[in-house]
């Protein structure tokens, strides 16, 4: 079993940013793969961006690449999710998910969960 849970979340001004992070515990999380999810108010849940147990894979939705960046230590069983330039179509809960499978250019298979943190951009 592995516990996720999601904090940075916030209000912010268009143009503006914010980190994400996502602290997991369980005997496994560091051999997961890693990702992040979001879901916009009416919409479904989508992909952002996910990495593998080891850093050395790594994908992000195209329309979010150079503006998010994904990364994770290890040491700290932590995963973290850098959000620049954001926009109000950015504005959704973000989930942070874990998963036993390498990630792909499709994303990833989540496993777990976590509550989810609000990102709310103003325009």
């Known amino acids: 079993q592995v516990q996720l849970v999601e904090s940075g979340g916030g209000l912010v001004q268009a143009g503006g940013s914010l980190r994400l992070s996502c602290a997991a515990s369980?005997?496994?999380?560091?051999?997961?793969?890693m990702g992040w999810f979001r879901q916009a108010p009416g919409k479904e849940r989508e992909f952002v961006a996910a990495?593998?147990?080891?850093?050395?894979?790594?994908y992000t939705v195209d329309s979010m690449k150079g503006r998010f960046t994904i990364s994770r230590d290890n040491a700290k069983n932590t995963v973290y999710l850098q959000l620049n330039s954001l926009n109000a179509e950015d504005t959704a809960v973000y989930y942070c998910?874990?998963?036993?499978?390498?990630?792909?250019?499709?994303?990833?298979?989540?496993?777990?969960w976590g509550q989810g943190t609000q990102v709310t951009v103003s325009s």
């Open positions: 990495i593998s147990w080891n850093g050395d894979r790594i």
């Open positions: 998910a874990a998963g036993p499978n390498a990630p792909t250019a499709w994303g990833m298979d989540p496993r777990y």
């Open positions: 369980g005997r496994t999380s560091s051999s997961y793969t």
